[in-house]
């Protein structure tokens, strides 16, 4: 089972169990994380799950998709080469991940 470390911008951290397919972002939202919104509801056209990952997970994922590349460019939080939006970032069996929610969502 793939576990999520959702840190906040205050450095706490909360570890959810996730389900291998589903996205970072419902994950965050069926368990209540604070920051992410996922206004879209996963549909890559609002930028409200941004979040960044951690450079050691980076590897588990390729590059942001050309829209969801354009979607950065819309965050409330500065986009940074961590940036990505956690709708996009799907679970696997066995990889547990990193990431930091910013400051400002929507």
């Given at each position: 089972?793939?576990?999520?470390?959702?840190?906040?911008?205050?450095?706490?951290?909360?570890?959810?169990?996730?389900?291998?397919?589903?996205?970072?972002?419902?994950?965050?939202?069926?368990?209540?994380?604070?920051?992410?919104?996922?206004?879209?509801?996963?549909?890559?056209?609002?930028?409200?799950?941004?979040?960044?990952l951690a450079a050691?997970?980076?590897?588990?994922?390729?590059?942001?998709?050309?829209?969801?590349?354009?979607?950065?460019?819309?965050?409330?939080?500065d986009r940074e080469?961590?940036?990505?939006?956690?709708?996009?970032?799907?679970?696997?069996?066995?990889?547990?991940?990193?990431?930091?929610?910013?400051?400002?969502?929507?």
């Open positions: 089972m793939p576990k999520v470390f959702y840190v906040q911008p205050d450095g706490t951290e909360r570890v959810i169990d996730g389900v291998a397919g589903d996205s970072v972002m419902s994950t965050a939202v069926r368990n209540g994380v604070a920051g992410i919104v996922g206004q879209c509801g996963g549909s890559l056209s609002c930028a409200t799950c941004h979040v960044y050691e997970d980076q590897q588990h994922f390729d590059a942001p998709s050309e829209d969801e590349d354009d979607m950065l460019d819309c965050t409330a939080s080469d961590s940036s990505r939006l956690s709708c996009q970032l799907i679970l696997s069996e066995g990889v547990d991940l990193h990431v930091t929610i910013p400051d400002e969502q929507a």
